[in-house]
């Protein structure tokens, strides 16, 4: 069994800027992509980014690409989601998801995390 923690999300002004952290641990496997999706009040969740196995590719959902930057620290077991320009449209409950697969695609997720709130204030 994996556990997923999140971190670092908060309350920021549009224009702004936060990282959160995800952090496995249980049985981790460094080896399978990681996910950020995002989910706000009354909408389904969505798809934010992803990141292959080793780091060398990434994907990103289209309302943020070109503000946000997933990265991961495979020795320390984390991911990040760096989210800079930030709108009042980012505001949602962000998750962290551990794939099934090596590669960044949109593909099924095998855990998730409990999710860190993020709003973003005009």
């Known amino acids: 069994q994996v556990q997923l923690l999140e971190s670092g999300g908060g309350l920021v002004q549009a224009g702004g800027s936060l990282r959160l952290t995800c952090t496995a641990s249980?049985?981790?496997?460094?080896?399978?992509?990681m996910y950020w999706y995002r989910q706000a009040p009354g909408k389904e969740r969505e798809f934010v980014a992803v990141?292959?196995?080793?780091?060398?590719?990434?994907f990103y959902g289209g309302s943020v690409t070109g503000r946000f930057t997933i990265s991961r620290d495979n020795a320390k077991h984390t991911v990040y989601l760096q989210m800079n320009s930030l709108k009042t449209e980012d505001t949602a409950v962000y998750y962290c998801?551990?794939?099934?697969?090596?590669?960044?695609?949109?593909?099924?997720?095998?855990?998730w995390g409990h999710g860190t709130q993020v709003t973003v204030s005009s």
């Open positions: 249980g049985r981790t496997l460094s080896t399978v992509a």
């Open positions: 998801g551990q794939g099934k697969g090596l590669n960044a695609n949109v593909g099924p997720i095998a855990f």
């Open positions: 990141i292959s196995w080793n780091g060398g590719s990434t």
